[in-house]
Protein backbone atom coordinates (compact mmCIF):
# COMPACT_ATOMS: atom_id res chain seq x y z
CA UNK A 1 0.00 0.00 0.00
CA UNK A 2 0.99 3.24 -0.76
CA UNK A 3 2.01 5.89 2.03
CA UNK A 4 0.06 9.28 1.94
CA UNK A 5 1.29 12.25 3.00
CA UNK A 6 -2.03 13.10 4.53
CA UNK A 7 -4.99 11.25 5.90
CA UNK A 8 -7.58 13.50 7.66
CA UNK A 9 -8.11 10.59 10.25
CA UNK A 10 -5.19 10.79 11.51
CA UNK A 11 -4.32 14.55 11.45
CA UNK A 12 -4.96 14.82 15.21
CA UNK A 13 -2.77 12.05 16.32
CA UNK A 14 0.08 13.37 13.72
CA UNK A 15 -0.46 17.05 14.47
CA UNK A 16 -0.30 16.48 18.62
CA UNK A 17 2.95 13.86 18.00
CA UNK A 18 4.87 16.21 15.54
CA UNK A 19 4.66 18.98 18.33
CA UNK A 20 6.47 16.41 20.77
CA UNK A 21 8.72 15.31 18.15
CA UNK A 22 9.71 18.88 17.09
CA UNK A 23 10.24 20.10 20.83
CA UNK A 24 12.95 17.34 21.14
CA UNK A 25 14.69 17.48 17.85
CA UNK A 26 15.20 21.28 18.41
CA UNK A 27 18.15 20.84 21.11
CA UNK A 28 19.19 17.95 19.76
CA UNK A 29 19.66 19.52 16.22
CA UNK A 30 21.64 22.29 18.00
CA UNK A 31 24.02 20.10 20.54
CA UNK A 32 24.87 17.93 17.02
CA UNK A 33 25.67 20.61 15.71
CA UNK A 34 27.94 21.99 18.66
CA UNK A 35 29.37 18.64 19.14
CA UNK A 36 30.35 18.83 14.67
CA UNK A 37 32.25 22.25 15.25
CA UNK A 38 29.73 23.75 12.97
CA UNK A 39 27.62 27.08 13.16
CA UNK A 40 24.67 26.15 15.20
CA UNK A 41 21.97 27.37 12.50
CA UNK A 42 23.32 23.99 10.16
CA UNK A 43 21.44 21.62 13.14
CA UNK A 44 18.62 23.27 12.46
CA UNK A 45 18.69 23.37 9.03
CA UNK A 46 19.83 19.56 8.43
CA UNK A 47 16.77 19.20 10.66
CA UNK A 48 14.09 20.90 8.62
CA UNK A 49 15.53 19.34 5.80
CA UNK A 50 15.15 15.95 7.24
CA UNK A 51 11.05 16.48 7.95
CA UNK A 52 10.11 18.21 4.79
CA UNK A 53 12.38 16.36 2.02
CA UNK A 54 13.03 13.33 3.03
CA UNK A 55 9.85 12.88 4.48
CA UNK A 56 8.21 13.66 0.97
CA UNK A 57 10.60 11.34 -0.57
CA UNK A 58 10.48 8.25 2.29
CA UNK A 59 7.66 5.13 2.35
CA UNK A 60 8.70 5.53 5.74
CA UNK A 61 5.31 5.64 8.01
CA UNK A 62 6.91 6.63 11.18
CA UNK A 63 10.74 7.50 10.86
CA UNK A 64 11.95 11.08 11.37
CA UNK A 65 15.16 11.87 10.00
CA UNK A 66 17.80 14.78 11.24
CA UNK A 67 20.91 15.22 12.07
CA UNK A 68 22.60 12.23 13.84
CA UNK A 69 25.08 11.77 16.94
CA UNK A 70 26.88 8.43 15.01
CA UNK A 71 27.83 10.79 12.30
CA UNK A 72 29.39 13.72 14.81
CA UNK A 73 33.09 12.51 15.44
CA UNK A 74 33.06 11.97 11.26
CA UNK A 75 31.67 15.56 10.63
CA UNK A 76 34.08 17.04 13.31
CA UNK A 77 37.55 16.06 11.84
CA UNK A 78 36.56 16.73 7.94
CA UNK A 79 34.99 19.94 8.77
CA UNK A 80 38.43 20.61 10.46
CA UNK A 81 40.59 19.20 7.82
CA UNK A 82 38.32 20.37 5.30
CA UNK A 83 36.69 23.64 6.34
CA UNK A 84 33.15 23.98 6.96
CA UNK A 85 32.06 24.79 2.51
CA UNK A 86 34.09 22.27 1.19
CA UNK A 87 32.55 19.72 3.59
CA UNK A 88 29.55 20.76 2.29
CA UNK A 89 30.49 19.75 -0.75
CA UNK A 90 31.19 16.54 0.79
CA UNK A 91 27.77 15.88 2.12
CA UNK A 92 26.50 16.52 -1.24
CA UNK A 93 28.36 13.87 -2.94
CA UNK A 94 27.60 11.61 -0.07
CA UNK A 95 24.17 12.05 -0.75
CA UNK A 96 24.61 11.35 -4.78
CA UNK A 97 26.31 7.94 -3.53
CA UNK A 98 23.08 7.41 -0.94
CA UNK A 99 20.62 7.37 -4.20
CA UNK A 100 23.10 5.09 -6.23
CA UNK A 101 23.25 2.53 -3.15
CA UNK A 102 19.10 2.58 -3.34
CA UNK A 103 19.10 2.23 -7.11
CA UNK A 104 21.37 -0.52 -6.93
CA UNK A 105 19.13 -1.84 -3.99
CA UNK A 106 21.62 -1.98 -1.02
CA UNK A 107 19.49 -1.55 1.04
CA UNK A 108 18.96 -5.29 1.51
CA UNK A 109 21.15 -5.31 3.78
CA UNK A 110 19.02 -3.62 6.22
CA UNK A 111 17.03 -7.28 6.51
CA UNK A 112 19.52 -8.95 7.50
CA UNK A 113 20.24 -7.89 10.83
CA UNK A 114 18.93 -9.90 13.39
CA UNK A 115 15.97 -9.74 15.24
CA UNK A 116 17.54 -10.23 18.71
CA UNK A 117 20.31 -7.37 17.88
CA UNK A 118 17.55 -4.82 16.81
CA UNK A 119 15.55 -5.40 19.85
CA UNK A 120 19.08 -5.11 21.89
CA UNK A 121 19.57 -1.67 19.63
CA UNK A 122 16.46 -0.56 21.00
CA UNK A 123 16.89 -1.00 24.92
CA UNK A 124 20.73 -0.09 24.81
CA UNK A 125 19.40 3.25 23.12
CA UNK A 126 16.43 3.78 25.64
CA UNK A 127 18.82 3.02 29.08
CA UNK A 128 21.09 5.87 27.20
CA UNK A 129 18.68 8.10 26.24
CA UNK A 130 17.73 7.35 30.25
CA UNK A 131 21.17 7.56 31.55
CA UNK A 132 22.36 10.85 29.29
CA UNK A 133 18.66 12.67 30.02
CA UNK A 134 19.28 12.46 34.27
CA UNK A 135 22.41 14.93 34.16
CA UNK A 136 19.61 17.60 32.09
CA UNK A 137 16.84 16.62 34.49
CA UNK A 138 19.38 17.72 37.48
CA UNK A 139 20.27 20.87 35.83
CA UNK A 140 24.14 19.50 34.35
CA UNK A 141 23.74 20.74 30.57
CA UNK A 142 27.91 20.62 29.74
CA UNK A 143 27.31 17.33 27.18
CA UNK A 144 25.58 18.49 23.86
CA UNK A 145 21.95 17.16 23.39
CA UNK A 146 22.40 14.06 21.17
CA UNK A 147 25.62 12.79 22.84
CA UNK A 148 25.03 8.39 22.81
CA UNK A 149 29.03 7.69 23.24
CA UNK A 150 30.36 6.26 26.32
CA UNK A 151 33.26 8.03 26.55
CA UNK A 152 33.36 12.16 26.95
CA UNK A 153 35.66 14.59 25.97
CA UNK A 154 36.06 15.86 29.44
CA UNK A 155 37.44 12.85 30.49
CA UNK A 156 34.46 11.88 32.00
CA UNK A 157 31.92 8.68 30.69
CA UNK A 158 28.15 7.94 30.72
CA UNK A 159 28.56 6.77 34.59
CA UNK A 160 30.71 9.04 35.80
CA UNK A 161 29.01 12.18 34.57
CA UNK A 162 25.76 10.82 37.41
CA UNK A 163 28.42 11.34 40.03
CA UNK A 164 30.20 14.59 38.50
CA UNK A 165 26.59 16.36 38.33
CA UNK A 166 25.80 15.99 42.25
CA UNK A 167 27.88 18.77 42.07
CA UNK A 168 26.30 21.15 39.74
CA UNK A 169 22.58 20.20 40.70
CA UNK A 170 19.98 23.06 39.37
CA UNK A 171 17.15 22.98 41.92
CA UNK A 172 14.65 24.83 39.38
CA UNK A 173 15.51 22.50 36.77
CA UNK A 174 15.27 19.52 39.18
CA UNK A 175 11.96 20.68 40.25
CA UNK A 176 10.45 21.19 36.72
CA UNK A 177 11.78 17.64 35.05
CA UNK A 178 10.01 16.19 38.02
CA UNK A 179 6.98 18.00 37.46
CA UNK A 180 7.21 17.12 33.94
CA UNK A 181 7.38 13.43 34.24
CA UNK A 182 4.73 13.42 36.80
CA UNK A 183 2.40 15.02 33.92
CA UNK A 184 3.55 12.57 31.51
CA UNK A 185 2.18 9.59 33.72
CA UNK A 186 -0.48 10.98 35.00
CA UNK A 187 -1.11 11.62 31.42
CA UNK A 188 -0.96 8.17 30.67
CA UNK A 189 -3.35 7.04 33.35
CA UNK A 190 -6.76 5.37 32.23
CA UNK A 191 -8.96 7.93 33.86
CA UNK A 192 -7.31 10.73 32.07
CA UNK A 193 -7.51 9.08 29.22
CA UNK A 194 -11.33 9.15 28.96
CA UNK A 195 -11.35 12.11 29.65
CA UNK A 196 -12.01 14.69 26.08
CA UNK A 197 -9.71 17.77 26.75
CA UNK A 198 -7.01 15.05 27.71
CA UNK A 199 -7.34 13.17 24.62
CA UNK A 200 -6.69 16.67 22.11
CA UNK A 201 -3.81 17.95 24.43
CA UNK A 202 -1.23 15.78 25.18
CA UNK A 203 0.79 14.94 28.68
CA UNK A 204 4.48 16.07 26.65
CA UNK A 205 3.26 19.28 25.19
CA UNK A 206 2.02 20.26 28.87
CA UNK A 207 5.12 19.24 30.72
CA UNK A 208 7.07 21.57 28.15
CA UNK A 209 4.33 24.68 28.85
CA UNK A 210 4.56 23.62 32.44
CA UNK A 211 8.27 24.14 32.34
CA UNK A 212 8.01 27.32 30.59
CA UNK A 213 5.16 28.54 33.46
CA UNK A 214 7.68 27.77 36.20
CA UNK A 215 10.70 28.29 34.76
CA UNK A 216 9.01 31.83 34.83
CA UNK A 217 7.60 32.24 38.11
CA UNK A 218 10.85 31.09 39.74
CA UNK A 219 12.05 34.83 38.27
CA UNK A 220 11.26 36.23 41.66
CA UNK A 221 13.42 33.25 43.13
CA UNK A 222 16.71 33.76 41.86
CA UNK A 223 18.12 30.31 43.19
CA UNK A 224 15.43 28.96 41.17
CA UNK A 225 15.47 30.52 37.97
CA UNK A 226 16.54 29.11 35.13
CA UNK A 227 20.02 30.46 33.41
CA UNK A 228 20.61 30.94 29.54
CA UNK A 229 22.77 27.29 29.07
CA UNK A 230 19.95 25.20 30.88
CA UNK A 231 17.43 26.40 28.35
CA UNK A 232 16.89 25.90 24.18
CA UNK A 233 19.22 28.10 22.27
CA UNK A 234 18.02 28.96 18.69
CA UNK A 235 19.89 31.52 16.82
CA UNK A 236 17.79 34.22 16.75
CA UNK A 237 17.79 36.60 13.19
CA UNK A 238 16.36 40.33 13.56
CA UNK A 239 14.06 39.66 10.26
CA UNK A 240 14.09 37.35 7.55
CA UNK A 241 17.46 39.05 5.75
CA UNK A 242 19.09 37.68 9.12
CA UNK A 243 17.34 34.57 8.87
CA UNK A 244 18.50 33.73 5.10
CA UNK A 245 22.04 35.14 5.73
CA UNK A 246 22.68 32.07 7.94
CA UNK A 247 22.28 29.58 5.03
CA UNK A 248 25.90 28.78 3.53
CA UNK A 249 27.10 26.83 0.35
CA UNK A 250 29.44 24.47 -1.46
CA UNK A 251 32.70 25.27 -2.13
CA UNK A 252 32.66 23.50 -5.80
CA UNK A 253 36.56 24.67 -6.48
CA UNK A 254 37.21 21.46 -4.52
CA UNK A 255 35.28 19.47 -7.04
CA UNK A 256 38.69 17.58 -8.13
CA UNK A 257 39.67 17.58 -4.33
CA UNK A 258 40.48 13.62 -3.30
CA UNK A 259 39.99 14.12 0.28
CA UNK A 260 36.38 15.50 -0.27
CA UNK A 261 35.78 11.88 -1.97
CA UNK A 262 37.41 9.88 1.12
CA UNK A 263 35.15 12.12 3.16
CA UNK A 264 31.61 11.75 1.42
CA UNK A 265 31.99 7.78 0.77
CA UNK A 266 32.65 7.30 4.40
CA UNK A 267 29.53 9.57 5.02
CA UNK A 268 27.31 7.82 2.85
CA UNK A 269 28.36 4.35 3.98
CA UNK A 270 28.19 5.14 8.04
CA UNK A 271 24.90 7.25 7.36
CA UNK A 272 23.25 4.20 5.04
CA UNK A 273 24.07 2.37 8.37
CA UNK A 274 22.56 4.08 10.84
CA UNK A 275 19.50 4.64 8.55
CA UNK A 276 18.66 0.79 7.82
CA UNK A 277 19.40 0.24 11.32
CA UNK A 278 16.92 2.66 12.79
CA UNK A 279 14.43 1.62 9.64
CA UNK A 280 14.55 -1.85 11.04
CA UNK A 281 13.53 -1.04 14.40
CA UNK A 282 10.92 1.90 13.55
CA UNK A 283 8.98 -0.84 11.87
CA UNK A 284 9.76 -2.96 14.92
CA UNK A 285 8.00 -0.32 16.97
CA UNK A 286 5.40 0.62 14.76
CA UNK A 287 2.09 -0.63 15.88
CA UNK A 288 0.57 -1.17 12.32
CA UNK A 289 3.78 -3.69 11.84
CA UNK A 290 4.06 -1.74 7.94
CA UNK A 291 7.31 -2.64 6.52
CA UNK A 292 9.97 0.15 5.01
CA UNK A 293 10.74 -0.08 1.73
CA UNK A 294 14.81 0.19 2.45
CA UNK A 295 16.20 1.12 -1.17
CA UNK A 296 13.34 4.05 -1.12
CA UNK A 297 14.66 5.14 2.05
CA UNK A 298 18.53 5.10 0.87
CA UNK A 299 17.35 7.04 -1.95
CA UNK A 300 14.88 9.87 -0.07
CA UNK A 301 18.25 10.02 2.57
CA UNK A 302 20.59 10.76 -0.13
CA UNK A 303 17.97 13.22 -1.81
CA UNK A 304 18.11 14.66 2.04
CA UNK A 305 21.90 14.83 1.91
CA UNK A 306 22.15 16.68 -0.97
CA UNK A 307 19.24 19.40 -0.50
CA UNK A 308 21.03 19.40 3.19
CA UNK A 309 24.73 19.98 1.97
CA UNK A 310 23.82 22.56 -0.63
CA UNK A 311 22.12 25.07 1.55
CA UNK A 312 24.62 24.51 4.65
CA UNK A 313 23.14 21.91 6.69
CA UNK A 314 24.66 18.51 8.33
CA UNK A 315 24.25 15.12 7.06
CA UNK A 316 20.81 13.31 7.80
CA UNK A 317 20.51 9.85 8.75
CA UNK A 318 17.05 8.12 9.81
CA UNK A 319 17.27 8.74 13.84
CA UNK A 320 15.83 6.43 16.72
CA UNK A 321 15.36 8.97 19.37
CA UNK A 322 13.00 11.11 16.93
CA UNK A 323 11.18 8.34 15.35
CA UNK A 324 10.50 6.47 18.96
CA UNK A 325 9.25 9.74 20.04
CA UNK A 326 7.31 10.13 17.17
CA UNK A 327 5.72 6.67 17.78
CA UNK A 328 5.41 6.69 21.49
CA UNK A 329 3.33 10.04 21.04
CA UNK A 330 0.77 9.33 19.14
CA UNK A 331 2.17 9.63 14.96
CA UNK A 332 0.13 7.77 12.63
CA UNK A 333 1.62 8.37 9.33
CA UNK A 334 4.06 10.13 7.31
CA UNK A 335 2.36 13.75 8.18
CA UNK A 336 3.91 13.61 11.74
CA UNK A 337 7.58 13.67 10.76
CA UNK A 338 6.43 15.97 7.88
CA UNK A 339 5.12 19.01 10.19
CA UNK A 340 7.85 18.60 12.61
CA UNK A 341 10.26 20.25 10.17
CA UNK A 342 7.55 22.58 9.20
CA UNK A 343 7.56 23.59 12.75
CA UNK A 344 11.16 23.95 12.90
CA UNK A 345 11.81 26.24 9.59
CA UNK A 346 8.39 28.49 10.86
CA UNK A 347 10.38 28.64 14.49
CA UNK A 348 13.48 29.34 13.37
CA UNK A 349 12.06 32.01 11.05
CA UNK A 350 9.28 33.58 13.76
CA UNK A 351 9.84 32.84 17.06
CA UNK A 352 13.23 31.09 18.08
CA UNK A 353 12.84 34.08 21.27
CA UNK A 354 9.91 32.15 22.47
CA UNK A 355 11.54 28.54 21.75
CA UNK A 356 14.37 29.54 23.97
CA UNK A 357 12.10 29.85 26.71
CA UNK A 358 11.72 25.78 26.77
CA UNK A 359 13.79 23.88 29.44
CA UNK A 360 16.07 21.24 28.85
CA UNK A 361 15.22 20.00 32.15
CA UNK A 362 11.29 19.80 30.91
CA UNK A 363 12.76 17.97 27.03
CA UNK A 364 14.95 15.65 29.88
CA UNK A 365 11.62 14.79 31.64
CA UNK A 366 9.86 13.45 27.98
CA UNK A 367 12.94 11.79 26.94
CA UNK A 368 13.41 9.91 30.38
CA UNK A 369 10.01 8.70 29.49
CA UNK A 370 10.50 7.55 25.86
CA UNK A 371 13.66 5.78 27.20
CA UNK A 372 11.59 4.12 29.85
CA UNK A 373 9.35 2.75 27.05
CA UNK A 374 12.23 1.37 25.19
CA UNK A 375 14.01 -0.72 27.41
CA UNK A 376 11.15 -1.56 29.43
CA UNK A 377 12.42 -4.36 32.26
CA UNK A 378 9.22 -6.77 30.61
CA UNK A 379 11.49 -6.41 27.55
CA UNK A 380 14.61 -7.74 28.85
CA UNK A 381 12.03 -10.95 30.63
CA UNK A 382 10.33 -11.62 27.69
CA UNK A 383 13.93 -11.80 26.09
CA UNK A 384 15.09 -14.31 28.19
CA UNK A 385 11.88 -16.25 28.01
CA UNK A 386 12.81 -17.22 24.64
CA UNK A 387 15.70 -18.99 24.86
CA UNK A 388 19.68 -18.02 25.30
CA UNK A 389 20.34 -18.16 21.50
CA UNK A 390 18.02 -15.28 21.32
CA UNK A 391 19.00 -13.63 24.90
CA UNK A 392 22.70 -13.54 24.84
CA UNK A 393 23.30 -11.24 21.44
CA UNK A 394 20.59 -8.82 22.65
CA UNK A 395 22.11 -8.69 26.26
CA UNK A 396 25.46 -8.38 24.86
CA UNK A 397 23.99 -5.78 22.25
CA UNK A 398 22.78 -3.50 24.49
CA UNK A 399 25.77 -3.48 26.81
CA UNK A 400 28.22 -2.79 24.05
CA UNK A 401 26.08 0.10 22.67
CA UNK A 402 26.34 1.37 26.54
CA UNK A 403 29.80 1.33 26.60
CA UNK A 404 30.57 2.22 23.15
CA UNK A 405 28.02 3.89 20.78
CA UNK A 406 25.69 2.57 18.28
CA UNK A 407 27.30 1.08 15.66
CA UNK A 408 30.34 -0.40 17.36
CA UNK A 409 27.80 -1.61 19.98
CA UNK A 410 25.66 -3.11 16.63
CA UNK A 411 28.74 -4.80 14.95
CA UNK A 412 29.66 -6.67 18.50
CA UNK A 413 25.97 -8.18 18.58
CA UNK A 414 26.18 -9.14 15.16
CA UNK A 415 29.07 -10.66 15.53
CA UNK A 416 27.79 -12.81 18.80
CA UNK A 417 24.50 -13.71 16.26
CA UNK A 418 26.79 -14.62 13.59
CA UNK A 419 28.31 -17.24 16.07
CA UNK A 420 25.51 -18.57 17.22
CA UNK A 421 23.79 -19.21 13.81
CA UNK A 422 27.46 -21.11 13.21
CA UNK A 423 26.91 -23.06 16.12
CA UNK A 424 23.64 -23.89 15.36
CA UNK A 425 24.28 -25.29 11.99
CA UNK A 426 27.39 -27.19 13.04
CA UNK A 427 25.30 -28.99 15.56
CA UNK A 428 22.76 -29.66 13.19
CA UNK A 429 23.75 -31.03 9.71
CA UNK A 430 22.14 -34.19 9.92
CA UNK A 431 20.43 -36.62 12.28
CA UNK A 432 22.93 -40.22 13.31
CA UNK A 433 21.94 -43.13 14.48
CA UNK A 434 24.17 -46.30 15.93
CA UNK A 435 23.09 -49.49 16.57
CA UNK A 436 25.52 -52.69 16.81
CA UNK A 437 25.24 -56.20 16.03
CA UNK A 438 27.21 -59.40 16.59
CA UNK A 439 28.79 -58.68 13.70
CA UNK A 440 29.48 -55.55 13.05
CA UNK A 441 28.39 -51.52 13.94
CA UNK A 442 25.76 -49.99 11.73
CA UNK A 443 25.77 -45.88 11.64
CA UNK A 444 22.47 -44.02 9.56
CA UNK A 445 23.32 -40.63 8.43
CA UNK A 446 20.16 -38.59 7.43
CA UNK A 447 21.19 -35.24 6.18
CA UNK A 448 19.75 -32.21 6.97
CA UNK A 449 16.88 -30.24 4.19
CA UNK A 450 20.15 -27.82 3.81
CA UNK A 451 23.65 -28.57 4.29
CA UNK A 452 25.87 -25.96 3.75
CA UNK A 453 29.68 -25.37 3.73
CA UNK A 454 29.57 -24.25 7.12
CA UNK A 455 29.05 -27.97 8.30
CA UNK A 456 32.39 -29.49 6.75
CA UNK A 457 33.91 -30.04 10.13
CA UNK A 458 31.26 -31.44 12.25
CA UNK A 459 30.37 -34.06 9.07
CA UNK A 460 34.37 -34.76 8.66
CA UNK A 461 34.39 -35.23 12.13
CA UNK A 462 31.72 -37.77 12.14
CA UNK A 463 32.95 -39.89 9.37
CA UNK A 464 36.64 -39.63 10.59
CA UNK A 465 35.15 -41.03 14.10
CA UNK A 466 33.36 -44.31 12.24
CA UNK A 467 34.93 -47.35 12.99
CA UNK A 468 36.57 -49.18 10.31
CA UNK A 469 34.29 -52.69 8.87
CA UNK A 470 31.42 -50.81 9.87
CA UNK A 471 27.89 -50.51 8.10
CA UNK A 472 27.35 -46.80 6.72
CA UNK A 473 23.69 -45.61 4.92
CA UNK A 474 23.92 -41.84 4.26
CA UNK A 475 20.64 -40.79 3.07
CA UNK A 476 20.19 -37.52 1.16
CA UNK A 477 16.27 -38.33 0.29
CA UNK A 478 15.34 -35.48 2.09
CA UNK A 479 17.90 -32.84 0.90
CA UNK A 480 16.95 -30.00 -1.06
CA UNK A 481 20.21 -28.39 -0.70
CA UNK A 482 24.09 -29.67 -0.13
CA UNK A 483 26.67 -27.43 -0.60
CA UNK A 484 29.79 -28.45 -2.92
CA UNK A 485 32.37 -28.52 -0.37
CA UNK A 486 30.13 -31.04 1.38
CA UNK A 487 29.48 -32.90 -1.60
CA UNK A 488 33.23 -33.75 -1.84
CA UNK A 489 33.63 -35.06 1.76
CA UNK A 490 30.97 -37.67 0.70
CA UNK A 491 32.57 -38.63 -2.52
CA UNK A 492 35.79 -38.79 -0.91
CA UNK A 493 34.70 -40.69 1.63
CA UNK A 494 32.80 -43.26 -0.92
CA UNK A 495 36.52 -43.60 -2.40
CA UNK A 496 38.28 -44.54 1.25
CA UNK A 497 36.05 -46.42 2.23
CA UNK A 498 36.80 -49.71 1.00
CA UNK A 499 40.67 -49.03 2.15
CA UNK A 500 38.63 -48.83 5.77
CA UNK A 501 36.49 -52.17 5.43
CA UNK A 502 33.45 -50.04 5.15
CA UNK A 503 30.24 -51.17 3.95
CA UNK A 504 28.77 -47.83 2.47
CA UNK A 505 25.48 -46.98 1.22
CA UNK A 506 24.14 -44.04 -0.11
CA UNK A 507 20.91 -43.48 -1.14
CA UNK A 508 19.21 -40.22 -2.44
CA UNK A 509 20.43 -39.52 -5.39
CA UNK A 510 20.14 -40.82 -8.59
CA UNK A 511 22.63 -44.16 -10.12
CA UNK A 512 25.90 -42.56 -11.43
CA UNK A 513 25.43 -39.18 -10.74
CA UNK A 514 27.92 -39.46 -7.65
CA UNK A 515 31.59 -39.63 -9.44
CA UNK A 516 34.30 -37.90 -8.70
CA UNK A 517 33.48 -34.07 -8.01
CA UNK A 518 30.20 -34.62 -9.79
CA UNK A 519 27.75 -35.52 -7.05
CA UNK A 520 25.05 -33.44 -8.55
CA UNK A 521 22.14 -33.25 -10.43
CA UNK A 522 21.87 -29.61 -11.12
CA UNK A 523 24.46 -27.37 -10.00
CA UNK A 524 23.97 -23.75 -8.87
CA UNK A 525 26.40 -21.48 -10.88
CA UNK A 526 26.17 -19.24 -8.44
CA UNK A 527 26.48 -20.14 -5.06
CA UNK A 528 27.72 -23.48 -5.84
CA UNK A 529 24.61 -25.19 -4.28
CA UNK A 530 23.36 -28.62 -5.38
CA UNK A 531 19.47 -29.43 -5.99
CA UNK A 532 18.85 -33.01 -4.48
CA UNK A 533 16.29 -35.04 -5.98
CA UNK A 534 15.46 -38.05 -4.00
CA UNK A 535 15.06 -41.33 -6.71
CA UNK A 536 11.82 -42.79 -6.72
Given at each position: ?????????????????????????????????????????????????????????????????????????????????????????????????????????????????????????????G?I???K??????????????????????????????????D????????????????????????????K????????????????????A?????????A????????????????????????????????????????????????????????????????????????????????????????????????S?N?????????????????L?????????????????????????????????????????????????????????????????????????????L??????P??????????????????????????????????????????????????????????????????N????????????????????????????????????????
Open positions: MKEKLFEINNFKSDLSASIIVFLVAVPLCLGIALASGAPMFAGIISGIVGGIVVTTFSKSSLGVSGPAAGLVVIVLSAINDLGFEVFLLAGVIAGIIQIILGVVRAGVIGYYFPSSVIKGMLSGILIILQIPHAFGYDRDFEGDNTFLQADGHNTFSELFYMLYITPGALIISVVGVTIILLWEQPFMKKILFQILQGPLVAVLSGIGLNLFSSVPSLVLKEHLVNVPVSENILGFISQFQFPDFSQIGNPDVYVVAITLAVVASLETLLCVEATDKLDPNKRITPTNTELRAQGIGNIVSGLIGGLPITQVIVRSAIQSGGKTKMSAFLHGVFLLSAMFIPNVLNLVPLASLAAILLTVGYKLAKPSIFIDMYKIGRRQFIPFVITVMAILFTDLLMGITIGLTISIFYILNNLRKYDLRRDHTDTRETFYIELAEHVSFLNKAKILQTIKNIPDKSFVVIDATNSQNIDYDVLEILDDFEEAPHRGIDLKIIGFEEGLHTKGHWTRHSDEYNNTIEVAATT
